[in-house]
């Protein structure tokens, strides 16, 4: 095994345990929706069908960005992606470094043929390998779009991590006015600020996946494998940084209305999707939800898909809401100052 592919195959298993979610939770049980005791509809003419780049998709969630680039990856990216095809949700790609690097063969195409599939980078490997990099992400997979994820906190607490963050505007700029296809930037868990979006926009971004603090906790993971008692000294203040997607979203939305948003970080069900929806999202996506049931097989993947939709379908019964459209203006009991 490569040392990507081990480290790879740690994410996995760490990512497994619930000691290495935020332990102060999502915080999104703050936002609480009015109930509706009279919804004046039937559950059964609630239509979740939604749109993303340009394509219609049966809900407005997505499959966040996983692993692959270790034997597990392989069989994670199938299930994940025979069941994005079969249910049609977008499924967003792990990192494609190691496989590229590797020449690893990504079948993740051939398993879901017309799904809306994202690619993945990192913003450093961007920074460090340019636009040519970036087209060989998009091209092995034929990508509907490039992820291009943010992680300087899990980059300080890796062992080996990426330090040099100069540049990395420019890199995801030329990259956003080069590539063919649009470009999505997102965190891994510490948050997309309004500061960030607002740069982000200003260099061509349209697209953000907010991915704040609440879920999977990368500087938790990253320090249960770093065994140098110095770096885990430095590090173990930082375990908790970061700033929570129910406090970004709003925020992030009210300060730059034109940018396209995915609500994630910490999102566990169809309530927290239509919570973001609320805020001001386009789209969801959850990733370590998604894990057990890839591990398991497709089947496993498409009925924990159903479950996420009915969830989402409950929430806007019994909000009164006929669409998505309708749940953007959905009421909300006890409203925090910053979701007004
Ligand atoms: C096992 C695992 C591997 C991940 N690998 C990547 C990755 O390669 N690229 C990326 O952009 N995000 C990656 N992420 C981060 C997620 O996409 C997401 O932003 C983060 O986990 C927060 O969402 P969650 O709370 O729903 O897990 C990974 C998450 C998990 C659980």
Request: with cysteine; net charge negative.
């Amino acid at each position: 095994m490569t040392d990507i592919s081990s480290r790879k195959a740690d994410h996995i298993e760490l990512a497994l345990q619930s000691e290495h979610q935020a332990q102060q939770g999502s915080g999104f049980d703050r936002l609480r929706f009015e109930h509706s005791a009279l919804p004046q509809l039937s559950l059964d003419e609630i239509d979740i069908s939604s749109s993303f780049l340009g394509k219609s998709i049966a809900a407005p969630f997505l499959i966040g960005a996983m692993t692959g680039g270790c034997d597990s990856g392989e069989m994670i990216n199938q299930h994940l992606a025979e069941a994005a095809e079969a249910c049609n949700i977008p499924m967003a790609l792990g990192s494609q470094r190691a496989a590229l690097e590797l020449k690893m063969p990504q079948d993740v195409r051939r398993w879901a043929p017309s799904a809306i599939l994202l690619g993945n980078l990192g913003a450093t490997q961007l920074q460090q390998h340019g636009l040519d990099l970036a087209r060989r992400a998009v091209d092995s997979v034929q990508a509907n779009a490039l992820v291009i994820h943010l992680n300087p906190l899990q980059e300080l607490v890796q062992p080996n991590g990426d330090r040099d963050w100069n540049l990395v505007l420019e890199a995801i700029q030329n990259c956003a006015a080069r590539l063919q296809v649009p470009v999505i930037v997102k965190e891994v868990g510490a948050g997309i600020s309004p500061t960030s979006a607002k740069k982000l926009m200003d260099a061509g971004i349209q697209w953000v996946e907010i991915a704040g603090r609440g879920g999977t906790s990368w500087a938790s993971i990253e320090l249960a494998r770093n065994s140098s008692a110095i770096q885990r000294d430095i590090a173990a203040p930082f375990v908790d940084w970061g700033m929570d997607s129910i406090d970004l979203l709003p925020a992030v939305h009210a300060a730059c209305p034109e940018l396209r948003l995915i609500g994630s970080g910490g999102v566990r069900h169809g309530l927290d999707i239509a919570r973001c929806i609320r805020l001001g999202a386009c789209i969801s996506a959850l990733a370590q939800p998604f894990l057990a049931p890839a591990l398991q097989s497709s089947e496993a993947v498409i009925e924990k898909i159903t479950v996420l939709k009915e969830q989402l379908r409950w929430t806007l019964f019994l909000t009164g809401s006929r669409s998505l459209q309708a749940l953007k203006n959905a009421p909300l009991q006890a409203v925090p100052e910053s979701f007004r």
